[in-house]
């Protein structure tokens, strides 16, 4: 990592001119109290991060809780878990959890599957239609998806497609941005292997699957994740192409009975009921993610 | 003589046969993107600007009526108000996210203990589904004298603010929210940004003379052009895109304070059933964001590497 530490062992390693000398002693007492402040700065700013999923968790847990009152107690008291009881009793909860579930992990399987493929036709592959397909999709990777929320559900329901998992699941089932993203990966990987592998008989399939997949695992670990979060987190489009309650996946179910005038406990146990599995996926996932956005530029 | 006749012909054939051997082998990797393309991009695309032409509620026969849909929308006192919503929010929104982002950036890139952790805390309301955090923040928000953050408030002697319920306080709001719950995301774009900047470039900044804010002025800030150029058009065409936030906290109210336009699509579409004129605005919608695409595009060079 580049910092200012390692500007002051870069001067160091060249010698410094005299008129340097007394520098690093200004600097270091500079450093010093600029270190303090950023660590003040930095502990607000995290305070205020945390501090809403913090209320969050706290009124989740707290029995009966109508409105969010400052100044409040963070540890619940007294706890129960009555409002999760009562939000799993009153809502469809469970199941938009379950849909979610499956329908995320669906397309997340699917969507890296493709996007392996097509990125290594992409990266390795010779064949007519190459440059046309690859504009097309670089196009639509521009695209607004909120543009085509119309025409999708018209042509969706014109296929009787509304209110399915295949709706839910379909246009993830592909991934443009996982496309382009495996592209570059495969590039990274020298020729050599593929034509060491045709030498020895493979063919393309059996180059994909053994040669090249392996070496690309932190790559695809990332884009999973990425996928996951994304469809995990979507909202307008599966609002969209569900009116049924039960297809409902957890994001949409929540944001359609919020502000219903439902008491604060309740609503915080479905925010809840929505963090947390995406908190679990961060915890373990997160060098991950945060590698993969600043790679990419994109975060699902 | 007719052999030879056909021979250059059959030549041909057997070349163009060859080469789509030789390509065939390729396309069942490409099979599902392509099918998936098909189905939610280019017939919708088709049928957006078919069903643009035409007065239509899928529940009666769809009638052609040329472009009323397209003269209607001057004629729409709500869409301008959702345009003018729309940008005021993306001209609140981005300049706040992205001098927050940056200066928290400039901290975490500090190297002391504990950073990598603070970067981790910041970016998790980005792995947070909005609606989620929507429903939070729709109750520290809430107009009481005794919410969150009017309490927080009253304790530097603000009075009281009604926030969401406030036709002026409601878009402030909104966009407010929306940094809190996006800076950590910019802050690793520029992260990755300032970590790309060359050390040589420092080496020789700091021969020359240059240090401290000097140092940053000139070599910093020139060498980050690229990831601030990128950051703007995506953190503008994001901001232009805003509904879900608007879906849950507002609604689009008081008195239309906060209806954007892709919410005013979502309202015509699905609430009242016009799907032509939904789809006319739709295209409209899309034209407004290549504009800025193409304008700004071309200090597009995020990409480079990856596309």
Same mark, same amino acid.
């Given at each position: 990592?580049?910092?200012?530490?390692?500007?002051?062992?870069?001067?160091?390693?060249?010698?410094?001119?005299?008129?340097?000398?007394?520098?690093?002693?200004?600097?270091?007492?500079?450093?010093?109290?600029?270190?303090?402040?950023?660590?003040?700065?930095?502990?607000?700013?995290?305070?205020?991060?945390?501090?809403?999923?913090?209320?969050m968790l706290?009124v989740a847990l707290?029995?009966?809780?109508?409105?969010?009152?400052?100044?409040?107690?963070?540890?619940?008291? +007294?706890?129960?878990l009555a409002n999760f009881i009562l939000l799993l009793?009153? !809502?469809?909860a469970?199941?938009?959890?379950?849909?979610?579930?499956?329908?995320? !992990?669906?397309?997340?399987?699917?969507?890296?599957? !493709?996007?392996?493929?097509?990125?290594?036709?992409?990266?390795?592959?010779?064949?007519?239609?190459?440059?046309?397909?690859?504009?097309?999709?670089?196009?639509?990777?521009?695209?607004?998806?909120?543009?085509?929320?119309?025409?999708?559900?018209?042509?969706?329901?014109?296929?009787?497609?509304?209110?399915?998992?295949?709706?839910?699941?379909?246009?993830?089932?592909?991934?443009?941005?996982?496309?382009?993203?495996?592209?570059?990966?495969?590039?990274?990987?020298?020729?050599?292997?593929?034509?060491?592998?045709?030498?020895?008989?493979?063919?393309?399939?059996?180059?994909?699957?053994?040669?090249?997949?392996?070496?690309?695992?932190?790559?695809?670990?990332?884009?999973?994740?990425?996928?996951?979060?994304?469809?995990?987190?979507?909202?307008?489009?599966?609002?969209?192409?569900?009116?049924?309650?039960?297809?409902?996946?957890? +994001?949409?179910?929540?944001? !359609?009975?919020?502000?219903?005038?439902g008491?604060a406990g309740l609503d915080m146990a479905g925010a809840a009921l929505?963090?947390?599995?995406?908190?679990?996926?961060?915890?373990?996932?997160?060098?991950?993610?945060?590698?993969?956005?600043?790679?990419?530029?994109?975060?699902? | 003589?007719?052999?030879?006749?056909?021979?250059?012909?059959?030549?041909?054939?057997?070349?163009?046969?060859?080469?789509?051997?030789?390509?065939?082998?390729?396309?069942?990797?490409?099979?599902?993107?392509?099918? @998936?393309?098909?189905?939610?991009?280019?017939?919708?695309?088709?049928?957006?600007?078919?069903?643009?032409?035409?007065?239509?509620?899928?529940?009666?026969?769809?009638?052609?009526?040329?472009?009323?849909?397209?003269?209607?929308?001057?004629?729409?006192?709500?869409?301008?108000?959702?345009?003018?919503?729309?940008?005021?929010?993306?001209?609140?929104?981005?300049?706040?996210?992205?001098?927050?982002?940056?200066?928290?950036?400039?901290?975490?890139?500090?190297?002391?203990?504990?950073?990598?952790?603070?970067?981790?805390?910041?970016?998790?309301?980005?792995?947070?589904?909005?609606?989620?955090?929507?429903?939070?923040?729709?109750?520290?928000?809430?107009?009481?004298?005794?919410?969150?953050?009017?309490?927080?408030?009253?304790?530097?002697?603000?009075?009281?603010?009604?926030?969401?319920?406030?036709?002026?306080?409601?878009?402030?709001?909104?966009?407010?929210?929306?940094?809190?719950?996006?800076?950590?995301?910019?802050?690793?774009?520029?992260?990755?940004?300032?970590?790309?900047?060359?050390?040589?470039?420092?080496?020789?900044?700091? @021969?020359?003379?240059?240090?401290?804010?000097?140092?940053?002025?000139?070599?910093?800030?020139?060498?980050?052009?690229?990831?601030?150029?990128?950051?703007?058009?995506?953190?503008?065409?994001?901001?232009?895109?805003?509904?879900?936030?608007?879906?849950?906290?507002?609604?689009?109210?008081?008195?239309?304070?906060?209806?954007?336009?892709?919410?005013?699509?979502?309202?015509?579409?699905?609430?009242?059933?016009?799907?032509?004129?939904?789809?006319?605005?739709?295209?409209?919608?899309?034209?407004?964001?290549?504009?800025?695409?193409?304008?700004?595009?071309?200090?597009?060079?995020?990409?480079?590497?990856?596309?």
């Amino acid at each position: 990592m580049k910092d200012e530490r390692s500007v002051k062992r870069g001067v160091s390693r060249y010698a410094a001119p005299k008129y340097l000398a007394t520098e690093p002693v200004r600097r270091r007492v500079l450093g010093a109290a600029l270190n303090i402040v950023a660590y003040v700065v930095m502990i607000g700013v995290a305070a205020s991060t945390i501090g809403p999923f913090v209320i969050m968790l706290s009124v989740a847990l707290t029995e009966r809780v109508s409105t969010i009152t400052f100044p409040m107690k963070i540890i619940p008291d +007294p706890f129960s878990l009555a409002n999760f009881i009562l939000l799993l009793n009153s !809502t469809m909860a469970l199941r938009w959890l379950f849909n979610s579930a499956y329908v995320a !992990t669906i397309a997340t399987l699917g969507g890296v599957i !493709t996007s392996t493929m097509a990125g290594y036709a992409f990266a390795r592959g010779e064949f007519v239609g190459k440059i046309l397909l690859f504009s097309l999709f670089l196009g639509i990777l521009i695209m607004p998806n909120e543009a085509l929320i119309v025409p999708q559900f018209v042509v969706l329901s014109r296929l009787g497609l509304v209110n399915t998992y295949t709706a839910l699941i379909g246009p993830w089932f592909a991934s443009i941005f996982g496309t382009f993203f495996m592209r570059q990966q495969y590039l990274s990987i020298p020729r050599d292997y593929d034509d060491a592998a045709i030498i020895d008989g493979a063919n393309l399939w059996q180059i994909y699957a053994i040669v090249l997949l392996p070496q690309l695992k932190p790559a695809i670990v990332t884009l999973g994740i990425l996928r996951f979060m994304g469809n995990w987190n979507a909202f307008l489009y599966p609002m969209i192409v569900t009116s049924r309650a039960h297809l409902r996946t957890l +994001p949409v179910g929540l944001g !359609t009975v919020a502000r219903a005038g439902g008491d604060a406990g309740l609503d915080m146990a479905g925010a809840a009921l929505g963090f947390i599995p995406t908190f679990l996926v961060f915890v373990i996932g997160q060098k991950y993610i945060i590698q993969g956005v600043s790679l990419s530029g994109v975060k699902g | 003589m007719a052999e030879m006749m056909e021979s250059p012909a059959t030549h041909l054939a057997s070349k163009v046969w060859k080469q789509f051997l030789r390509s065939a082998r390729w396309y069942p990797f490409l099979l599902a993107n392509v099918v @998936v393309f098909a189905i939610w991009n280019l017939v919708p695309w088709v049928s957006m600007i078919e069903v643009s032409f035409s007065k239509w509620d899928m529940l009666t026969p769809r009638e052609w009526v040329g472009i009323d849909n397209f003269a209607g929308m001057a004629q729409d006192g709500l869409l301008r108000i959702a345009l003018c919503n729309t940008f005021l929010y993306a001209l609140m929104y981005v300049p706040t996210v992205m001098l927050v982002s940056f200066l928290v950036a400039l901290f975490v890139n500090r190297p002391v203990p504990g950073m990598k952790a603070f970067r981790a805390l910041y970016f998790l309301p980005n792995v947070t589904s909005v609606v989620v955090l929507s429903i939070v923040y729709w109750r520290l928000l809430a107009p009481r004298a005794d919410s969150p953050l009017n309490y927080l408030l009253g304790l530097v002697g603000i009075a009281p603010q009604r926030y969401f319920l406030s036709t002026s306080q409601a878009l402030p709001s909104v966009a407010g929210v929306a940094v809190w719950s996006s800076f950590g995301y910019l802050m690793v774009l520029w992260l990755a940004g300032l970590q790309g900047i060359p050390q040589e470039l420092y080496d020789a900044a700091l @021969v020359d003379g240059a240090s401290g804010l000097k140092l940053h002025l000139h070599v910093t800030l020139p060498m980050l052009r690229p990831t601030a150029a990128f950051i703007l058009i995506t953190s503008t065409i994001s901001a232009l895109q805003i509904f879900e936030s608007i879906f849950v906290l507002t609604g689009g109210g008081p008195v239309n304070a906060t209806l954007t336009v892709v919410y005013h699509i979502y309202r015509q579409a699905f609430i009242f059933g016009r799907l032509g004129y939904a789809s006319a605005v739709s295209i409209l919608f899309f034209a407004i964001i290549l504009a800025i695409a193409l304008i700004q595009g071309k200090h597009l060079r995020f990409g480079e590497g990856i596309y």
